[in-house]
């Protein structure tokens, strides 16, 4: 999974290169592009970090970029810089998600913590995702019997109806159902129940 790096998209080469000084003064790493088009041409479902978008770009603006991302299932968030801001297009941003959208010129408080809670919120995303994507392994790893027994036991079947429904022994079930609670790293029935509603979380 790649590092937190911010990425600047403004078609203002001085502005993309201020906003890249102060941040790796701050200690960000950033990388720019000059339009929402090349932003898209390079973007990896792998990005970590957040977007610093310009509003009004020729061609495709900040808003479809947030969009179009969106639709191919980036995560990101995104802080907007604009110097053209109202409140129609402010209502609109902060509603598809972004974390602020701030006016230029904007004040450099302003602006860092913007981007520090856009970066700790992409970090909070990626470590619910990282739970949920291990959960859902430890699930891959049950054989087809073990799953059978979760999913009943889920549904908060007893052992001896669990029997029946598999054409098995109660012992076997208790023998499956210990196997399954182990893999799963489950230690109690509840744990076990939340640990499969987080997993159907992913994607």
């Known amino acids: 999974m790649s590092d937190p790096i911010i990425t600047i998209v403004d078609d203002d080469e001085a502005v993309r290169d201020s906003l890249a000084l102060l941040l790796n003064f701050r200690g960000f790493r950033c990388r720019g592009y000059a339009s929402a088009e090349e932003c898209l041409a390079h973007w990896r479902p792998d990005w970590r970090g957040c977007l610093l978008l310009d ?8 808003l479809a970029l947030q969009r179009v991302l969106g639709e191919h299932g980036s995560r990101l968030p995104v802080v907007f810089l604009t110097g053209h801001g109202d409140i129609a297009h402010a209502r609109a941003a902060l509603k598809a998600g972004a974390v602020d959208f701030l006016e230029k010129p904007y004040a450099e408080k302003a602006l860092l913590e913007a981007v520090h809670e856009a970066v700790a919120r992409d970090a909070r995303q990626h470590a ?4 949920s994507e291990a959960i859902v392994t430890r699930i891959a790893r049950l054989s087809e019997r073990e799953r059978q027994v979760m999913e009943l036991t889920v549904e908060g079947r007893p052992n001896r109806e669990i029997a029946t429904i598999l054409e098995i022994s109660p012992r076997t079930v208790e023998v499956f159902k210990a196997r399954m609670m182990e893999k799963m790293q489950a230690r109690s029935l509840p744990e076990l129940v939340r640990l499969v509603m987080e997993s159907r979380s992913v994607g």
Not at 55 to 61: F, P, Q, V
Not at 128 to 131: E, G, I, N, P
């Open 128 to 131: 619910v995702q990282s739970h």
């Open 55 to 62: 509003l009004r770009m020729g061609g495709m603006d900040g």
